[in-house]
């Protein structure tokens, strides 16, 4: 190993633990802060390196975070397989609001896929279909920067009951930012419509919780919101939240 290597390599130690020790002081100081100014500190702590990811359900996190920080980039994972609904709210999310979107795509398309390990994936190996054509997308266009915001809340599922509003994300040696994390259903609801927030056309149709078209169903009144995702495959993440 070279010298540059090494010293790189000891840079790279050094603004993790720095990282991790911003973590530790702003999990607790913004605690019970106000999600517009998690995502002001967000913004003045890491700049340019901050970005956020969204799945197009609806336009809420885009609405907070681009009213404070103007132009960020917006990664959205564009697995092959989503319906035309989320396709379409991605193009008008891109017309509307004054962000960067970023199409991330998987290394492979659907068809390649399909050839290399065969038709139907998502129902054959759930587990495996979400990290190739999520995860593993998602972790390569995150490298750039050092902080992502999440639209994750603690009330969504019992994986999710114990998220921080800034954490770190040891698998990917980042900073995770989830400004919403306390907020509840009637949260989301009074500020989607006291802000006129875009939404997917599909939560009019029965799916509360949108994913890719193969693996989410409409969901009926009175069940979990989350029950239409990979219904009866024993499945509630697709791993990039967990």
């Given at each position: 190993?070279?010298?540059?290597?090494?010293?790189?390599?000891?840079?790279?130690?050094?603004?993790?633990?720095?990282l991790q020790g911003i973590v530790e002081s702003a999990?607790?100081?913004?605690?019970?802060?106000?999600?517009?100014e998690i995502i002001r500190w967000a913004a003045a702590?890491?700049?340019?390196?901050?970005?956020?990811?969204?799945?197009?359900?609806?336009?809420?996190?885009?609405?907070?975070?681009?009213?404070?920080?103007?132009?960020?980039?917006?990664?959205?994972?564009?697995?092959?397989?989503?319906?035309?609904?989320?396709?379409?709210?991605?193009?008008?999310?891109?017309?509307?609001?004054?962000?960067?979107?970023?199409?991330?795509?998987?290394?492979?398309?659907?068809?390649?896929?399909?050839?290399?390990?065969?038709?139907?994936?998502?129902?054959?190996?759930?587990?495996?279909?979400?990290?190739?054509?999520?995860?593993?997308?998602?972790?390569?266009?995150?490298?750039?920067?050092?902080?992502?915001?999440?639209?994750?809340?603690?009330?969504?599922?019992?994986?999710?009951?114990?998220?921080?509003?800034?954490?770190?994300?040891?698998?990917?040696?980042?900073?995770?930012?989830?400004?919403?994390?306390?907020?509840?259903?009637?949260?989301?609801?009074?500020?989607?419509?006291?802000?006129?927030?875009?939404?997917?056309?599909?939560?009019?149709?029965?799916?509360?919780?949108?994913?890719?078209?193969?693996?989410?169903?409409?969901?009926?009144?009175?069940?979990?919101?989350?029950?239409?995702?990979?219904?009866?495959?024993?499945?509630?993440?697709?791993?990039?939240?967990?």
């Amino acid at each position: 190993m070279s010298v540059a290597e090494i010293e790189a390599g000891l840079e790279r130690q050094r603004v993790t633990l720095d990282l991790q020790g911003i973590v530790e002081s702003a999990a607790r100081f913004l605690e019970d802060a106000p999600a517009r100014e998690i995502i002001r500190w967000a913004a003045a702590t890491f700049g340019d390196r901050l970005c956020l990811t969204s799945s197009m359900s609806d336009a809420l996190l885009i609405d907070l975070v681009s009213r404070v920080k103007p132009g960020v980039d917006v990664l959205f994972i564009d697995t092959g397989y989503h319906f035309a609904e989320t396709i379409g709210t991605r193009d008008a999310v891109e017309a509307v609001y004054q962000v960067n979107v970023i199409n991330v795509k998987p290394s492979r398309t659907v068809e390649e896929q399909d050839r290399d390990l065969g038709p139907r994936l998502y129902g054959r190996n759930p587990d495996l279909c979400c990290y190739l054509r999520k995860v593993e997308p998602l972790n390569r266009a995150l490298e750039p920067y050092l902080a992502w915001v999440s639209g994750i809340r603690r009330d969504e599922s019992p994986t999710r009951a114990n998220t921080k509003v800034v954490e770190w994300d040891a698998k990917r040696q980042m900073v995770k930012i989830n400004p919403i994390a306390r907020w509840t259903q009637e949260d989301v609801d009074n500020y989607i419509a006291d802000n006129g927030v875009l939404i997917n056309p599909l939560h009019y149709d029965d799916y509360p919780s949108i994913g890719c078209a193969p693996c989410t169903r409409r969901v009926a009144p009175g069940e979990d919101p989350r029950s239409g995702r990979w219904a009866g495959l024993g499945k509630i993440e697709c791993g990039i939240h967990l």
